[in-house]
């Protein structure tokens, strides 16, 4: 298992440094996601949006154990984060659909299954993580425009996903590139830019889905 420690396969503009932290830049800003998920979980008040905030505060701990330590396991556990954010709104989607079938524990439960079985063929060759990645967020966004459930919230969500993705290849492909900028990154701003994209993800379906307290009211009124 040594080859798990082993420098990540996938490198981005910011120099590796050497000592505990190999990317300052791109390990603090982090901190986007994971304050992101601390707010959904104080304001959620379903299963699966609080998945969602624990989906956003794992991606901000796993990507910034990942720029850190600049090793594969950092890498893989990164790769996981961006899969269970993707697949919980999905499972948002089929939950507002049809709020019955399937219910919450078997929906989470997809997505925790789905997100380790994505995650293991993205470790086998980081090739497949953005593609199979972008095909899932493709399928996201054509079914929530064929729900016609839009809200600012989801304009917001899709067009600051959008930048973020754009900052995360100018990145990449060392396009827009400074090595011995290790305050703020283009690959930083992806990362600050998802902590809003998961909080407008998060009021997008909140806003469209009845409070669970009136579900249980309309519930009773049926019994009765």
């Not at 839009?150 to 990145?171: C, P």
């Amino acid at each position: 298992m040594e080859w798990l420690l082993e420098p990540a396969r996938m490198q981005f503009c910011e120099r590796t440094l050497d000592g505990p932290i190999k990317h300052p830049a791109d390990t603090w800003t982090n901190i986007g996601p994971l304050v992101a998920g601390i707010f959904i979980l104080i304001y959620a008040n379903r299963p699966l949006a609080r998945l969602l905030g624990v989906a956003a505060m794992w991606t901000g701990v796993a990507s910034g154990y990942f720029h850190a330590s600049n090793t594969i396991l950092g890498e893989t556990l990164d790769l996981s984060g961006m899969f269970m954010f993707i697949l919980s709104i999905a499972a948002l989607q089929q939950q507002r659909s049809d709020p019955n079938r399937p219910g919450n524990r078997m929906l989470i439960a997809i997505v925790l299954v789905s997100t380790l079985l994505l995650t293991g063929l993205s470790s086998v060759s980081t090739a497949f993580a953005s593609p199979m990645f972008a095909v899932i967020v493709v399928i996201v966004v054509a079914r929530g425009l064929y729900d016609s459930m839009l809200t600012r919230w989801a304009y917001a969500m899709v067009i600051t996903f959008l930048i973020a993705w754009g900052f995360w290849w100018l990145d990449y492909m060392h396009i827009v590139c400074h090595p011995d900028n290790h305050i703020l990154t283009g690959h930083g701003l992806w990362h600050l830019l998802n902590g809003v994209v998961f909080w407008c993800a998060f009021r997008h379906y909140q806003s469209t889905m009845p409070d669970p307290a009136t579900e249980r009211t309309e519930g009773q009124l049926q019994d009765d």
